[in-house]
C-alpha cells in the first residue's frame, strides 16, 4: 500500500488479477488472490517447495489463484479460478479443472469414502508429492509445537503419513533416472479408501500407465528405491498382475503391496496398496464410483455440471480414526470438534472460459 501510495502500480491494474476477479461467483464474502509463480521468481525455486508457497502450488502449480468463499445454508463452497495455464505455467497442482480427475475417479471402488482423481501426473507427481508434505507440516504447526504422539496401537498421523509419501517421493524424484524409469510412463492418477474400521480397511494409489513395460519393470525398481532407503521388500505373488513386491515402511502398520496388472478393461495400472485386497479392489472392483450415488451426489453438490474428483464422507473417517484411537494424535485432535460439524466434501473443476478455469469445493455442514 506504501509503494501504490508513491505512485506503484496497484493490484488492480493486474491484467491477471482483473480478469480472476471478473470471473467470480455472485455472492461472495471474501476472496483470497494469490500468486505462487511471481513468488518462485522472486525468491527462487527451492523457496517455492516451502511453507505457504508449497501449499499454493500443491493447489495451482505455478499459476495465479483467486479463491472466493461462498456460505450457504447447509454448505460452505470455495471457488478457486486459475488462470489457464501457459507455455511456461505448470498445470499441476490440485486445482485442476482436468477431465482426466474427474475419469479417474470414476474407475475407483464404488464403496471408497475418500476418493481422488489426479490429471497427468507424470508431469505434476513431484508437485503434489511436495505439497502433501508441506500441508502435513502446516497442519502439525497450526496443532502446537512438538505436536506429536502415538496411539494406543503405536500409531502416529505423521507416521502414516510419512510411510504412505515414503514410495511416491521415490516415484517423483527430480533426476533424470526418475523420469525416465517412473514418470515417462505415468498418465492419470487416483487415491481411494474403503473401510469403516482398520481391519477392513482398503486403500490405495492408482497410476495409468501409458507403457506396461516401463511400468511392470518400476516394481522392481522402486522396490530397490524403497530398499535402500530402510524399508523391508521381498517379492510376492499377488493374483491378477504381472508384478509385485510387499514393502514394510516405518510409520506404517500394515504391508504395503506396490504391483503392476491391468484392469477389466485391459488398461495397464500401476497400484500401490494397503495390502492385496487394495489391489484387487483397485484393479477389479465389483463396482465403481461412476455409478454410485456417493458421486451422483457429490455432483449435484458442486453443480454448473461440475463432475467430481474429490470426494469424502467425514463422518466415516472420524470414526475410523477413533476406532484405532487417533483422534487424540495432537497433530489432529485440535481440529476433531471442527470435522464433527462437516458432513461432505466435494471437488471438481471445468473451463469457465475467457482463459479461467474454476475448480470449486463444497463443504457440508451438519
Known amino acids: 500500500m506504501i509503494d501504490t501510495t508513491l505512485g506503484a502500480p496497484s493490484l488492480s491494474r493486474s491484467a491477471g488479477y482483473a480478469k480472476l476477479l471478473a470471473s467470480a461467483p455472485p455472492g461472495v464474502l471474501a476472496h483470497l488472490y494469490a500468486n505462487a509463480g511471481a513468488y518462485r521468481s522472486s525468491h527462487g525455486a527451492a523457496a517455492g517447495s516451502q511453507g505457504l508457497s508449497g501449499l499454493l502450488s500443491l493447489l495451482a502449480g505455478t499459476r495465479s489463484v483467486n479463491v472466493s468463499l461462498v456460505p450457504a445454508a447447509a454448505s460452505i463452497a470455495l471457488d478457486a479460478d486459475v488462470l489457464s495455464a501457459g507455455a511456461t505455467a505448470s498445470p499441476g497442482g490440485l486445482l485442476s479443472a482436468s477431465p482426466e480427475g474427474a475419469r479417474a475417479l470414476g474407475e475407483l471402488p464404488g464403496e471408497s469414502w475418500l476418493a481422488v482423481g489426479l490429471g497427468n501426473v507424470g508431469k505434476t507427481l513431484g508437485e503434489d508429492v511436495t505439497g502433501l508434505h508441506t500441508l502435513a507440516s502446516i497442519g502439525s504447526a497450526l496443532a502446537g509445537s512438538g505436536a506429536a504422539g502415538k496411539s494406543s496401537a503405536g500409531l502416529s498421523i505423521n507416521g502414516l503419513l510419512e510411510g504412505i509419501l515414503a514410495p511416491l517421493s521415490a516415484l517423483s524424484a527430480n533426476t533424470a533416472e526418475a523420469k525416465r524409469d517412473f514418470a515417462s510412463w505415468m498418465g492419470s492418477a487416483a487415491m481411494f479408501a474403503s473401510g469403516s474400521g482398520l481391519l477392513e480397511l482398503k486403500g490405495g494409489i492408482v497410476i495409468e500407465s501409458k507403457n506396461p513395460a516401463l511400468s511392470r519393470t518400476a516394481v522392481a525398481k522402486l522396490a530397490a528405491k524403497l530398499r535402500s532407503a530402510g524399508g523391508s521388500v521381498q517379492a510376492v505373488s499377488i493374483a491378477g498382475t504381472d508384478a509385485s513386491v510387499a514393502a514394510r515402511l516405518t510409520g506404517l502398520p500394515v504391508v504395503l503391496d506396490i504391483a503392476d496388472g491391468r484392469d477389466a478393461n485391459g488398461q495397464a495400472k ?41 470426494s469424502l464422507d467425514f463422518p466415516t473417517l472420524l470414526g475410523l480414526l477413533e476406532s484405532v484411537g487417533l483422534s487424540e494424535d495432537p497433530s489432529i485432535s485440535p481440529f476433531v470438534p471442527y470435522l464433527r460439524s462437516l458432513t461432505t466434501l466435494a471437488g471438481g473443476g471445468k473451463s469457465v472460459g475467457e482463459g479461467v478455469e474454476r475448480f470449486r469445493l463444497v463443504v457440508g455442514l451438519r
Not at 483397485?282 to 450415488?293: M, W
Open 270 to 310: 500401476f497400484v500401490i496398496g494397503l495390502g492385496e485386497s487394495s489391489i484387487a479392489a483397485a484393479l477389479n472392483p465389483s463396482s465403481t464410483l461412476s455409478s454410485a450415488p456417493s458421486r451422483a451426489a457429490a455432483s449435484a453438490s458442486l453443480g454448473e455440471g461440475i463432475q467430481p474428483s474429490v
